[in-house]
């Protein structure tokens, strides 16, 4: 009963490194969504997927980029990272309009 | 103007106690409503969609307001366990995206 699940948990990185956050959802739901949270402050959308195939921007695009791979996948990619980039990113899912299923988050430093 | 605005709190109670928020929604065309609870950064976690007539999950009730556009939650008998932030979600018909609140901090103390 996995539900959503992202990888890693916790990354350290080095201002200008890339890497990219992955999340996979067995719910088969259509929706996936990435959101970042920082202290003191809701959560802030970066990048949505209304299904397989499509991607559109959220609030705070900037810096990203994301991949539907599959219906299950959706992944979240940091060209170069940047210290503002630090942060906990939540990746979320949504079947039809009912209510958005979330991953445990990625707790991620840029130094 | 936030599309969800929140009373950010905290509201501190005693156990036992009761203690009720709201929250405002911006769009009166909003047709889906839920209320999430956080714990200490953790991922939010659904505590219960909100229905035009009001429902109720054990101690916790939610109304729906739509002439004047807020949601409430009110926590009965309040428990320990019920220190979070709680997170007000609202979305359009046929709208990929939710807007989420800030969130209400709720402590209870023994």
């Known amino acids: 009963n996995a539900g959503v699940t992202q990888t890693p948990k916790f990354q350290v990185l080095k201002t200008g490194q890339s890497m990219t956050l992955q999340c996979a959802q067995d719910?088969?739901?259509?929706?996936m969504y990435w959101y970042r949270q920082d202290p003191g402050m809701g959560l802030r959308l970066i990048y949505y997927s209304a299904s397989e195939g499509t991607t559109d921007k959220g609030e705070v695009p900037n810096g990203y980029n994301v991949s539907r791979l599959n219906k299950r996948e959706f992944s979240l990619r940091l060209e170069s990272a940047a210290p503002s980039q630090t942060s906990v990113y939540f990746c979320a899912s949504r079947a039809g309009s009912r209510s958005q299923h979330f991953g445990d988050g990625t707790r991620l430093s840029i130094l | 103007r936030k599309e969800v605005e929140q009373d950010p709190g905290p509201f501190n109670v005693p156990e036992g106690a009761t203690v009720a928020f709201n929250c405002t929604y911006s769009?009166?065309?909003?047709?889906?409503f839920f209320w999430y609870r956080q714990d200490c950064r953790k991922e939010p976690k659904l505590l219960m969609s909100?229905?035009?007539s009001g429902n109720e999950d054990g101690r916790f009730t939610a109304q729906l307001n739509r002439a004047s556009q807020y949601i409430s939650l009110l926590i009965r008998d309040s428990k320990l366990s019920d220190s979070a932030t709680y997170l007000c979600?609202?979305?359009?018909?046929?709208?990929?995206?939710?807007?989420f609140g800030a969130g209400t901090t709720v402590t209870v103390r023994a």
């Open positions: 979600v609202v979305s359009l018909p046929n709208d990929y995206k939710l807007s």
């Open positions: 909100v229905y035009s």
């Open positions: 769009n009166s065309a909003s047709q889906s």
């Open positions: 719910m088969n739901h259509n929706s």
